[in-house]
């Protein structure tokens, strides 16, 4: 869809709608990053979509603009050791209840990026591929990617051994072949690499 569809989804709805989504379910290492917005349906912000279809210098020149103007917007990063405590799936749960209820402004609606069954003060609709149908929803999915990047390049002057800042911490070749050679670093989700690499694998 483009912007405009997607703008236009979410102003059919009358209401005052909050997106969410994430960034981060699928990595080795490092946080999932959820955000939350209300983005004002009087003004569009062009070429808002979903993040993975965007360039990083166009994610960033959104996040700065969807930051100034939205009504409302929360983030929040759910680190490794909890992922690694509670599973992928419950720490998603976790960041998206946390920057959903902790909204200024109270939403209408929450339309979120597939995940469903979350704790919430306001009522709620679970969209398959929302990243890519609700504009409210693709803004936040920008927040959650850019937000978690940076993170993930910050990880990288830390341990530059692993090249976060090239993979973002997924489980590339590059990234897999690091592990074996150098371990796990305090960011690694150890749940995630057994099913990626060999057992054995030292603490760092």
Do not use: W
């Not at 990595?27 to 279809?53: F, H, R, T, W």
């Amino acid at each position: 869809m483009t912007t405009k569809e997607m703008f236009d989804y979410d102003r059919a709805l009358h209401l005052a709608v909050a997106g969410c989504d994430e960034a981060g379910r699928g990595p080795l290492a490092g946080p999932v990053v959820c955000a939350a917005c209300i983005m004002p349906l009087d003004n569009i912000i062009e070429g808002i979509n979903d993040s993975k279809k965007l360039t990083d210098k166009k994610r960033r020149l959104l996040f700065a603009e969807i930051k100034e103007k939205a009504l409302a917007y929360r983030i929040t990063a759910i680190d490794n050791k909890i992922i690694d405590e509670i599973n992928i799936l419950q720490a998603t749960r976790l960041g998206m209840e946390t920057v959903i209820n902790s909204l200024e402004i109270p939403p209408d609606i929450v339309l979120i990026d597939a995940v469903s069954k979350l704790n919430l003060i306001y009522d709620s609709k679970s969209i398959i591929k929302g990243d890519a149908t609700s504009y409210n929803i693709a803004a936040a999915s920008i927040l959650a990617k850019v937000t978690r990047d940076d993170i993930m390049i910050d990880y990288d002057k830390i341990y530059p051994e692993y090249n976060f800042a090239s993979h973002k911490g997924y489980g590339t070749s590059a990234h897999i072949a690091a592990i074996r050679k150098f371990g796990l670093t305090p960011i690694h989700r150890k749940l995630f690499v057994r099913n990626f690499t060999e057992e054995g694998l030292r603490d760092a």
